[in-house]
Structure formats: C-alpha cells, structure tokens
C-alpha cells in the first residue's frame, strides 16, 4: 500500500518545485547585453572620431554598425525561441520592457532630430529606465548600477555639445552595458559549470 | 483531514507540475520531466488527467519534425491550487 503524502509532504514538495521552476537568466541574455554595449560604443567613438577628427559630413554613418547587432539579436532570440523549453513571465515583461524602448525610440528618432541637442540626453534616460526595470525583474544589481550610470551619463550630457554626449554615450555605455553584460555571463557561465 | 484535499492535486507528482506551471507562462514536456524526475509515461498519464480536469492547457504541436507538448496552467487550475494551498494551510493550522 501506499505510504499517506501528508500536508507537510506537499507544502515541501511546493516550497521545491517553485525554486526550480525560478527564473534564472540564460547565457545568452548577457552575450545580447555585451553585443548591444560593445556596437553602440563603436558607433558613438566611430561618429565622433569622423565628425570631430576626419570632419566628414556623413559622420552619422557610423551607427550604420548596429545592423549586425540587429541580426545578431533576431538570430540570438530565434535560436533561443527554438531550444527555449520554457517561458516565464519575467522573458515576458522583460521582452515587453524593450518593446517599449524601441517603440519611443522610434518616436523620438521620428519626430526630434537624432542631432538635436536632446536626443541623446533622452535616450541615455530611457536606456536608464530599461536596465533599471531589467534589473529588478531578473534581481540583477549590476544592471541596476547601470541604469544610475546611464541616468547620470543622461543629466550630464544635458550640459555637453552634441559631440561631447557622443563620448559620455560611450563612457555610459562601457558601465552601464558593458561591464554588467560580463558580471552576467560570468555569473550564469559559474552557475552552468 | 486530506479528504478536504482536492485529490486531482493531491499525489506528488500532480502537485509538482501544478506548483512548476503556478510560476510559469508555459513549459515543455522535457523541462517538467527534467524537474520532476518522473518517467515519461507516468508524466504524460498525469499530465492527462489534470488536462482533463480542466487544470491546465496541453499543446501538441511540432519543434524540429519532433512532437512539442506544452503545458500551461488554466484560470481553474490556478483556483484550484491556491484553494489547496489554503487547505493545507488550514490542515497544518
């Protein structure tokens, strides 16, 4: 016969199916945080050193460096959708806070010049308010601290030419993608090991 | 006492794949294996009976040319464990 599954039995066998199924973030997240960080550096150094050293008038062509960063992306998150085995909701809200990027990022690129002295400024907040709202989903400090460096990067770049937001851009982008992106991986690179 | 149990959720391994899905938006056959450590055909059985019973949404579909089953927890099946978990509580109380 078999053995009674008593109450205190269940509560455990909850109490361990939940921290199983918890959210744990992918080696691939960090590597998408990483690729993003290192291209939008290349293309605010590279914008800067053509208009400010080589004074060519299609300095903005250097951004033209993100489409390997877009297909890097689509191909990253196809390749996950196809092995993913699960879905949480924190892959949902995460997905939905980068939707909401783009989209006022769109808007802003539309409707205000990319050369206006603000447009920058504007972006480096909103990139603020997106690691920010990643780190807390995922409970990822460093992404934390990236968002406070992306917003002080933002309020600095308020006072700067358009030209010098270009390097605080970079500056911003190094602490609050870059480094983060590789405490991520290293973290989820320890944990698969 | 554990009559008061909803005994659709009441065995260890319902219970596991309900408290697995209660956090999740969906997973795969293999993951709640993986999770649970049963075997296949016990794993299908179960699934089966909570599918029937209204607890959770199963999609059959196709990765790869290889079978996809996705499990996902419905609106009465998330009713229906948070009024287990109650009675529990209630039982250990």
């Avoid at chain 1, 914008?47 to 890097?72: C, K, M, S």
């Avoid at chain 1, 990253?76 to 959708?81: A, G, I, P, S, V």
């Avoid at chain 1, 990319?114 to 603020?128: D, N, R």
């Avoid at chain 2, 999770?35 to 999609?59: C, F, M, P, R």
Wanted: proline share 4%; net charge positive; with cysteine.
């Amino acid at each position: 016969m078999k053995p009674e599954f008593n109450a205190q039995e269940s509560l455990k066998v909850i109490d361990r199916m939940i921290a199983e199924a918890r959210y744990r973030p992918s080696r691939a997240e960090g590597t998408i945080t990483m690729l993003w960080g290192y291209l939008i550096m290349l293309g605010a150094l590279g914008h800067w050193a053509l208009d400010v050293l080589a004074r060519w008038e299609y300095a903005p062509l250097a951004w033209l460096i993100l489409i390997p960063g877009i297909i890097g992306t689509i191909a990253t998150r196809m390749k996950f959708r196809t092995e993913k085995r699960v879905r949480t909701y924190v892959h949902d809200l995460t997905a939905q806070v980068w939707l909401a990027f783009s989209v006022s990022f769109v808007i802003l690129y539309l409707f205000m010049q990319p050369t206006a002295i603000h447009f920058l400024p504007v972006v480096l907040l909103l990139y603020g308010i997106c690691m920010w709202l990643q780190g807390a989903l995922i409970r990822f400090k460093p992404y934390k601290y990236g968002a406070i460096c992306c917003w002080a990067g933002g309020a600095v770049a308020f006072l700067l030419t358009v030209q010098d937001q270009l390097l605080v851009l970079a500056l911003s982008v190094i602490l609050g993608y870059i480094l983060p992106g590789h405490v991520l991986a290293a973290q989820t690179r320890t944990e698969n090991d | 006492m554990t009559e008061d149990l909803d005994p659709l959720i009441h065995s260890p391994l319902r219970l596991s794949i309900m408290s697995i899905l209660i956090g999740l938006r969906e997973a795969d056959f293999k993951y709640l294996q993986e999770k649970t450590g049963a075997t296949s055909g016990n794993l299908s059985v179960q699934i089966h009976k909570l599918g029937d019973a209204g607890y959770l949404q199963v999609e059959k579909s196709f990765r790869n040319n290889f079978p996809l089953t996705t499990c996902s927890i419905t609106e009465k099946g998330i009713n229906a464990f948070e009024n287990y978990v109650k009675a529990i509580r209630r039982f250990i109380e």
